[in-house]
């Protein structure tokens, strides 16, 4: 991958709508070899999908709920369960297996504190869980789904 790859991810993760002829002029190509290098970036997995980014509030759907979750077996069979049965719930929105102290993180997305208490009471009925802590958002401050990787002027993001 080169620069100019990095270039045209960076435009296709913040405006995915751009045409090829504007992806190119930003690049410096043409539009042929702009539209190759993005099925090629395609294939190579680098672009997973293209999406529209809609609004949760507009939607209804303002409450943001971080979800620890602790569990007593760590049995394959049971982490694949319990993973299947995560991945099936729309509110779920993120889902991490972690490392430290708690097992498993999800970020919820619902209506209110009501539509949140039914999808606790669905999570910990369907298995049996050692702990589960909820922290609500109480203000959405940043939220982005552009990756830190390219900085204007060719240069790559280097973490601090």
């Known amino acids: 991958m080169d620069v100019t790859d990095k270039k045209i ?16 002029n930003k690049v410096g190509l043409s539009q042929t070899p702009c539209w190759k290098r993005i099925q090629r970036l395609e294939a190579d997995g ?7 980014l809609l ?16 569990i007593s077996d760590h049995s394959h ?3 694949s369960r319990f993973s299947e049965a995560i991945i099936n719930m729309p509110e779920v929105m993120e889902f991490y297996r972690m490392a430290g102290d708690v097992d498993y993180m999800l970020r919820v ?17 369907a298995f049996p869980l050692k702990n589960v802590t909820s922290r609500f958002a109480m203000e959405r ?4 789904t552009a990756l830190p990787f390219y900085q204007p002027g060719g240069k790559a993001t280097k973490p601090a």
Do not use: C
Not at 109 to 125: G, S, T, W
Not at 141 to 144: E, F, G, L, Q, Y
């Open 109 to 125: 997305v619902v209506a209110d504190m009501a539509a949140y208490d039914q999808f606790y009471k669905r999570l910990i009925a």
């Open 77 to 79: 069979e049971w982490l």
């Open 46 to 52: 680098y672009i997973q999908r293209r999406v529209a």
């Open 9 to 24: 991810l960076d435009l296709l993760q913040h405006d995915s709508t751009l045409s090829i002829a504007e992806i190119g």
């Open 55 to 70: 609004d949760p509030d507009k939607l209804g759907l303002g409450l943001n709920v971080f979800v620890s979750v602790e």
């Open 141 to 144: 401050v940043k939220a982005t």
